[in-house]
Every structure is written in structure tokens, then in C-alpha cells.
T-cell receptor
Framework: AQKVTQAQTEISVVEKEDVTLDCVYETRDTTYYLFWYKQPPSGELVFLIRRNSFDEQNEISGRYSWNFQKSTSSFNFTITASQVVDSAVYFCALTKPNTGFQKLVFGTGTRLLVSP | DGGITQSPKYLFRKEGQNVTLSCEQNLNHDAMYWYRQDPGQGLRLIYYSQIVNDFQKGDIAEGYSVSREKKESFPLTVTSAQKNPTAFYLC???????????FGDGTRLSIL
């Protein structure tokens, strides 16, 4: 069975601080995909990144970076110099490859509060 | 712009009443999904559909029903059999392969 654990329920930081959101996953599949989504107060989920299990390169996109480590089954997300607009709930999710259908297993989310 | 439209944004249900949540997409995606989100929990899959006229139960399908008569549309009916319907409902769609799912803005359902 697949499982995603986001142990941090809520994190509060002050603007310009760096913050890391943890994601630990469990799967027996050798091939799988990991995702991060952002859910702002408006409610929709916004896709941030997808990583496949064969690509352990870390990725940086502006103030966002992701650290994928298969050895520890983790896919952590770091926001550098956080801003108030980063306040949202962030979800990590896992799926195995399947043409035509994608069953995402979500973590319970981490609520990030960035205060000015 | 291509996207997913969910309506209404807020919905109230009386005891014993069925209500239908609308989900329309113009992304030409084959697969569509319905999720339920409760406070402090992740999203849980209710139903999904890979093609028109075909759909499958997800993890928490009891008390819900769906139809997929058109590629663009995947309405969800919350029946009176669903005893705890108060939640935030999200619709999503995806194309072929492990593409990221695109989500609508959600419908918040409450009991009167």
C-alpha cells in the first residue's frame, strides 16, 4: 500500500525566513511519481512540481526548491525567503504510473502561515 | 482559458435531500476525479472516470453517485445515504500519463 506522511501540521514563520516542509512516503513500487500541490485560502489546488522515482536531482524554481532522497523515502520542499503570499496548505502526493488514470495518495497537508 | 469549473461554490443540503455538484472541464482531458477534503485530512478519492460512460469507485464512494455522459462533464450527486456530507469537494482532471491533475476551485457543502 502507498502512504504519504506530512508530520508537520502547521508551521508559522516570519517573512523572509526559510522554511522546509517535510514529506515521507511509502511504496512498494519501483517506479512512482511524487507531487507537491499548494492550496491557497481560495481552495483550489495548484500544481508545483512532479518528480519521478528515477530522477533524484534536486530542483530549484525561484524561491522554491525540492530535495528528493530515495534512501530516506523523502521529498522535502523548501521555501527560501518566505513571503506572506506563501501562506497556504501544502500537500505532498504519490502515484504509480498508469496510462489513463492516476490515483493520487495525498498526505494530510502542512499549513504554512507567513506573517509580515 | 482552459480549466475546470465547479459550481456552486457553496451548497446547503437539507436532511434527506440529494444534491448535485457540477464539474465541467475544457481541457480535453479523458480522466476526471472527485475528491473530498475534511479539515486536517488529505484529499480522499470518491469516484473517478477514465472515459465517457465509464466510472469507478474510489476509496469513499458510499453515499455518492456520478455520471459521465460527456467528456467535459462529471457531476457528483451526494445522496441522502451520505450521513456526513459536510466537506469541501474538489473535482480534477488529467490527460494521458502521469501528468499533474488540474483542480477546480471546489464546492463547500454544508447541512442545514
Amino acid at each position: 500500500a502507498q502512504k504519504v506522511t506530512q508530520a508537520q501540521t502547521e508551521i508559522s514563520v516570519v517573512e523572509k525566513e526559510d522554511v522546509t516542509l517535510d514529506c515521507v512516503y511509502e511504496t512498494r513500487d519501483t517506479t512512482y511519481y511524487l507531487f507537491w500541490y499548494k492550496q491557497p485560502p481560495s481552495g483550489e489546488l495548484v500544481f508545483l512540481i512532479r518528480r519521478n522515482s528515477f530522477d533524484e536531482q534536486n530542483e530549484i524554481s525561484g524561491r522554491y526548491s525540492w530535495n528528493f532522497q530515495k534512501s530516506t523515502s523523502s521529498f522535502n520542499f523548501t521555501i527560501t525567503a518566505s513571503q506572506v503570499v506563501d501562506s497556504a496548505v501544502y500537500f505532498c502526493a504519490l502515484t504509480k504510473p498508469n496510462t489513463g488514470f492516476q490515483k493520487l495518495v495525498f498526505g494530510t497537508g502542512t499549513r504554512l502561515l507567513v506573517s509580515p | 482559458d482552459g480549466g475546470i469549473t465547479q459550481s456552486p461554490k457553496y451548497l446547503f443540503r437539507k436532511e434527506g435531500q440529494n444534491v448535485t455538484l457540477s464539474c465541467e472541464q475544457n481541457l480535453n482531458h479523458d480522466a476526471m476525479y472527485w475528491y473530498r477534503q475534511d479539515p486536517g485530512q488529505g484529499l480522499r478519492l470518491i469516484y473517478y472516470s477514465q472515459i465517457v460512460n465509464d466510472f469507478q469507485k474510489g476509496d469513499i464512494a458510499e453515499g455518492y453517485s456520478v455520471s459521465r455522459e460527456k467528456k467535459e462533464s462529471f457531476p457528483l450527486t451526494v445522496t441522502s445515504a451520505q450521513k456526513n456530507p459536510t466537506a469541501f469537494y474538489l473535482c480534477a482532471s488529467t490527460g494521458t500519463g502521469p501528468q499533474p491533475q488540474h483542480f477546480g476551485d471546489g464546492t463547500r457543502l454544508s447541512i442545514l
